[in-house]
């Protein structure tokens, strides 16, 4: 009989810890309550809502899934233990227990509305409708279903009546979780930036501590090129939680963005840090790296944290050129030469990379070929400065000195102010008969022109 009481004891102590949210110490109270009592299937049913609280999804499923086996009728440890199974991912079986107790209990409306978002989410839309309904006819106010049916209703690319949905769980409940959230990602969608930021607003004030609204608050800044907005957002998410990798790597980007390439380069390697080094966490690590260093002037380290995401699985055309720029910066001429190249076979209009490649040609002395590949920048835009800077180098490297006069004189008409073209034209004239044409080139400040 004292077993008896203490387990009682307990569970009035684990009551009491869960008011204060001690979770652990009241999962150990009714752990020692049910070691004693394990046939108790309201005891088993707190046991799996500690466990959520704990983040142990799974052994939360367990206990409702004993809960519910000792009392297949409790109507509530049955919904419990759906929307456990739900968040776990295991819809097929949420839907079992659902279906079952809207068997057992035809008037009991969490079974129609828990399952408009299980049919939403197993794409069967049609039944996720049927049961918004259903569930209508038992308790027409009920917010969660006006939410479920929202997400059908945006699914199906209704956004206006999703949206409707949405006020309506609103006006029944006004600080329902997400769906602030849910209203301002349609509008963000829809190109309505101010809207969106004042739901994510109303959203964030519901529930301060949500980083994803803060994020998406931070994204929305950024795409009105408010960067300090945005850095304060970032800021308040690793106070909210400091070991947040993205919130701590999109702080670096804004930072180096804004030029501040030291700040930058320490957000980058403690997300790095943070990321325990898993490049799946943060697959732009060695390209932003390699733009910090790059400004920093720091060559050698920038080409290595470039060429790591050049060998990356996926890496897009923005790495390449990025480490065939730096090998150039670098006076790692015959290597940025090979990198050019490398983007032109795949991208045979990229412009930047021919200036670039005329540029190494130049410096290497293969004038020939040089203005070859200036002249189809030209082709494209007679007007191209660099252009018409790579191109006349190459001829007065062939010693077709009028060839080059008539280029720059064509393009000063129209770039009167382009003191790189004005400083090559006078080059030209002092150096014509005291060196020779490669001699010439060396002594060239302003080498490939402006971009």
């Keep these: ?206 529930e301060p501590g949500n980083t994803g609204v803060l994020a998406d608050l931070a994204e929305l800044a950024l795409e009105s090129g408010d960067l300090e907005a945005a850095a304060s957002k970032f800021e308040q998410i690793v106070d909210l939680e400091p070991d947040h990798a993205d919130a701590v790597f999109s702080l670096g980007k804004i930072r180096l963005h804004q030029g501040k390439s030291d700040a930058a380069i320490r957000c980058f390697q403690s997300a790095w840090s943070l990321a325990g080094g898993d490049p799946a966490a943060l697959p732009e690590f060695p390209i932003q790296m390699g733009k910090a260093l790059l400004q920093l002037g720091r060559y050698s380290e920038a080409i290595g944290h470039l060429e790591a995401a050049c060998a990356a699985e996926g890496s897009g055309a923005e790495a390449q050129m990025l480490l065939a720029d730096t090998l150039l910066v670098a006076d790692r001429v015959p290597d940025a030469a090979d990198g050019y190249r490398k983007i032109l076979a795949s991208d045979a209009d990229n412009l930047h990379a021919r200036r670039k490649l005329s540029v190494c040609l130049l410096k290497l002395g293969h004038a020939e070929t040089a203005l070859e590949h200036a002249r189809v920048v030209l082709d494209k835009d007679p007007q191209d400065r660099a252009a018409v800077f790579n191109a006349s180098v190459a001829h007065l490297m062939l010693g077709q000195w009028s060839a080059a006069k008539r280029l720059l004189d064509r393009c000063l008409a129209a770039h009167k102010d382009d003191s790189s073209l004005w400083a090559l034209r006078a080059m030209i004239w002092r150096y014509r008969f005291r060196y020779t044409f490669r001699a010439l080139v060396r002594r060239l400040p302003f080498l490939g022109g402006k971009e």
Excluded at 88 to 114: I, N, T
Excluded at 141 to 155: E, I, S, W, Y
């Design 1 to 206: 009989m004292s077993d008896w009481l203490d387990a009682e004891r307990r569970m009035e102590r684990a009551q009491r810890l869960c008011e204060s949210q001690r979770w652990e110490e009241a999962l150990a109270e009714v752990d020692a309550a049910i070691s004693i009592n394990p046939d108790n299937a309201q005891w088993q049913a707190q046991r799996g809502f500690l466990l959520q609280e704990l983040d142990r999804d799974a052994e939360a499923v367990e206990a409702y899934e004993s809960a519910f086996a000792l009392e297949p009728a409790e109507r509530h440890v049955a919904v419990a233990l759906g929307l456990a199974l739900m968040r776990l991912g295991r819809l097929p079986r949420s839907l079992d227990v659902f279906e079952a107790l809207a068997k057992r209990f035809p008037d009991f409306e969490p079974a129609y509305c828990h399952r408009i978002h299980l049919y939403s989410q197993l794409g069967q839309l049609d039944r996720a409708e049927e049961m918004f309904y259903l569930a209508q006819q038992i308790d027409e106010k009920c917010p969660t279903c006006f939410v479920n049916m929202g997400d059908v209703l945006r699914a199906r690319g209704s956004v206006s009546r999703a949206m409707y949905c949405w006020q309506q769980a609103l006006a029944l409940q006004p600080d329902y979780p997400g769906v602030h959230w849910r209203i301002a990602d349609a509008h963000r969608e829809q190109g309505n930036a101010d809207k969106a930021r004042r739901h994510y607003i109303l959203e964030h004030r519901n």
